[in-house]
């Protein structure tokens, strides 16, 4: 079966501050995908990332990084220079690839609340 | 640009009530999923449907069913509520594939009393 952890059940920091959100995961497959969604409190998920399990090279975009790591079944997110909108829940999710069928079923942690104050 | 649409935003129920989540999507999708989100347990799935005519089980699909209406609409259904079934409710869709990323509703706050 497969398993995420986000160990961090609450993070506050002070704007400015880096922070990084951590993620293991747990899969037999050797080929699956890696996601992040975001979930401000206006409710609604949104997507930050998807990573596949034959790359990995750390990704950047702006202020967000990614650093997926097979040796340690890790795949952390830091946020630098982290801002007030920053504010929300954090997920990682781990896609079941070797299942019948067409649909991309997502496996999500139990998320990360980052607080971030001025 | 509406992306998935669900309705009812909120609701409250009395236990032993029936009613119906509904969710509509506009990017020709062909995937559609149900997740309840609970504190401290991230997002489970319920149900998911690969394709319009095909639905599947998920991990919690206990005391709900579901139906996939057309390739736009897939609705929730809660026959009998229980206390245990307040969360809140996220729709989701994806397009062909299964390593795809999901776009997900805004979510329906369910209390049942």
């Known amino acids: 079966a497969q398993k995420v952890t986000q160990a961090q059940t609450e993070i506050s920091v002070v704007e400015k501050e880096d922070v990084t959100l951590d993620c293991v995961y747990e899969?037999?497959?050797?080929?699956?995908?890696l996601f992040w969604y975001k979930q401000p409190p206006s409710g609604e998920l949104v997507f930050l990332i998807r990573?596949?399990?034959?790359?990995?090279q750390n990704e950047i975009s702006g202020r967000y990084s990614w650093n997926f790591q097979k040796s340690t079944s890790s795949f952390n997110f830091t946020i630098t220079a982290s801002q007030v909108v920053d504010s929300a829940v954090y997920f990682c999710?781990?896609?079941?690839?070797?299942?019948?069928?067409?649909?991309?079923?997502?496996?999500f942690g139990t998320g990360t609340r980052l607080q971030v104050t001025l | 640009n509406a992306g998935v649409t669900q309705t009812p935003k909120f609701q409250v129920l009395k236990t032993g009530q029936s009613m119906t989540l509904q969710c509509a999507q506009d990017?020709?999708?062909?995937?559609m999923y149900w997740y309840r989100q609970d504190p401290g347990m991230g997002l489970r799935l319920i149900y998911y449907?690969?394709?319009?005519?095909?639905?599947d089980k998920g991990e919690v699909p206990n005391g709900y069913n579901v139906s996939r209406l057309n390739k736009r609409e897939f609705s929730l259904r809660l026959e009998s509520a229980a206390p245990s079934q307040t969360s809140v409710y996220f729709c989701?869709?994806?397009?062909?594939?299964?390593?795809?990323?999901?776009?997900f509703g805004s979510g329906t706050q369910l209390s049942v009393l």
């Open positions: 989701a869709s994806s397009d062909r594939g299964i390593n795809e990323k999901l776009f």
């Open positions: 899969t037999r497959d050797t080929t699956y995908y």
């Open positions: 990573r596949n399990s034959f790359d990995e």
């Open positions: 999710a781990l896609s079941e690839a070797h299942h019948t069928g067409t649909a991309s079923k997502l496996t």
């Open positions: 990017m020709n999708h062909n995937s």
């Open positions: 449907s690969a394709s319009e005519g095909t639905t």
